[in-house]
């Protein structure tokens, strides 16, 4: 399909001009020592005394250049591997909520890792969505397992590609013990890693923190999936203007590229941002807003102009519950952001700009993708289906109903809707008249009442139970 621009060619063109001046003569903040001293072995200019470091810009367009065309994320299972751009539009869930909508009592509560084994298991079960990104965080997690009580109940529950993220280097050791153990061994993970990470290294306006940029360093090194995401509040972390956060954070983006490829040559990644413009009457964080979706439909552009998969986290919302504006601020970003080119939509199942999880609204967005990938498929054009000689069969007054044409493409052509209600009035009040966040927690429920699908075997239970014994149940309890 062709794109939806804002740029022109010619201001995307000085968008990458101004991001190499802003490398150039302003740089970065980089506050570990690992990525300082690697910038500087690759002609970068480190100011010993500020920790700035500036980048030239020929330095900066031979590493950008070596970045991948394309991104693969791996599942459990291989027939859920995705690859980006092929097989775009991908849905990811939300991720690191700190809060849940209780699925029973309605109220929101910290979330637990119980919790995420029901939503890894909904996300297993919902055929839209690709990527379980861990939605929340576990308020549970024993002491020096922050990663691994979430992590270990996802992958229990959910075959499909998981992403996830870390705290520090003592948590990343813990959770690959982890993974090797699923694995079967170190080198089976190696040869298959089925976790993608990600983090925020670049901390806007142009800073690179020490823990997030030590793991993307680690991770890229070891020829281990990783890609970072960059987040400019226009009016508070950029500049309040889109043209400017553009800039802004097109540089913090070639900044933490090409430290990947400085680490790993040929190292895949991801344009993945989160851009918004703040709300300045209260500061808020508008993540809903429609100037989201206009700026990842900038960043997709300047994706292309680098030949590099993207996305990030479109589709978000303000709002705090399943209604009007929950609907509409997500449906509008994600439709602009496929027709701007983004490969990766992150947002599935959060509310109130990302600080809760809701088992409605993920089914929601389910529908919400469906309908997204049914817009990406297009229209189909040849002359079987411009059907001229059905039109020609039919005759003028005449009924395509029971033509052999419409029986074939009956459940085919149009999405056949498991939450939208299109019948009459009538019937729905007859059926309950239940609202869309009632049918989509209905859903929700049917699921929970399956068995999990993807529950480890005895003995990789037992291998994992050997390296980690006090580790969280993650076992599947429906809630009552």
């Not at 999405?415 to 299109?422: E, F, G, H, N, V």
């Amino acid at each position: 399909m062709s794109f939806a621009t804002l740029l022109t060619q010619e201001q995307v063109e000085r968008i990458h001009e101004a991001s190499l001046e802003v490398l150039e003569n302003v740089g970065l903040l980089v506050r570990f020592e690992k990525a300082r001293d690697t910038f500087a072995r690759h002609g970068c200019v480190v100011n010993s005394e500020t920790h700035y470091v500036t980048f030239p810009r020929a330095v900066v367009e031979k590493y950008r250049k070596m970045v991948p065309p394309s991104f693969t994320f791996r599942g459990r299972d291989p027939k859920f591997d995705r690859v980006i751009p092929d097989d775009r539009p991908i849905l990811v869930t939300g991720s690191s909520a700190p809060d849940i909508i209780d699925p029973v009592t309605r109220k929101e509560r910290r979330a637990r890792s119980d919790d995420i084994a029901r939503i890894a298991h909904l996300v297993n079960e919902l055929p839209a969505y690709d990527v379980f990104s861990v939605s929340t965080l576990a308020d549970d997690a024993p002491d020096g397992q922050f990663t691994l009580a979430r992590l270990y109940p996802a992958l229990k529950h959910c075959l499909k590609p998981i992403r996830s993220t870390t705290k520090d280097m003592d948590d990343i050791h813990a959770i690959l013990r982890l993974l090797f153990a699923i694995a079967g061994s170190e080198a089976a993970y190696m040869e298959r890693p089925f976790v993608t990470h990600h983090y925020c290294p670049v901390v806007s306006p142009l800073t690179m923190d020490h823990l997030s940029t030590e793991a993307v360093m680690f991770f890229s090194e070891k020829g281990l999936p990783v890609y970072p995401s960059i987040v400019p509040n226009a009016g508070l972390t950029s500049p309040m203007s889109m043209a400017g956060t553009l800039a802004q954070g097109n540089a913090e983006f070639l900044a933490a590229a090409i430290l990947m490829q400085m680490c790993r040559e040929g190292t895949p990644t991801i344009y993945a941002s989160l851009p918004t413009i703040a709300d300045m009457r209260t500061g808020a964080y508008a993540s809903g807003g429609i100037e989201c979706g206009m700026l990842h439909m900038a960043f997709a552009q300047m994706a292309r102009f680098y030949n590099v998969p993207s996305g990030g986290y479109i589709g978000l919302t303000n709002s705090k519950i399943n209604d009007a504006q929950s609907g509409y601020e997500t449906g509008m970003s994600v439709v602009a952001g496929l027709l701007g080119g983004a490969d990766m939509f992150n947002a599935g199942g959060l509310l109130d700009a990302l600080k809760a999880f809701d088992f409605a609204k993920a089914v929601i967005d389910d529908e919400i993708f469906t309908m997204l990938k049914r817009m990406k498929r297009g229209i189909d054009f040849n002359e079987d289906d411009l059907a001229l000689d059905v039109i020609a069969q039919v005759k003028p007054g005449g009924s395509f109903m029971m033509s052999p044409h419409t029986a074939k493409r009956m459940k085919t052509e149009a999405i056949l809707t498991k939450l939208a209600d299109r019948e009459a009035r009538t019937i729905w009040e007859k059926k309950g008249a239940l609202d869309t966040h009632a049918r989509a927690m209905k859903r929700a429920n049917d699921i929970f009442a399956k068995a999990s699908a993807a529950v480890f075997s005895d003995q990789v239970e037992a291998r994992i139970r050997a390296e980690f014994p006090d580790l969280v149940s993650g076992a599947l309890e429906i809630p009552k």
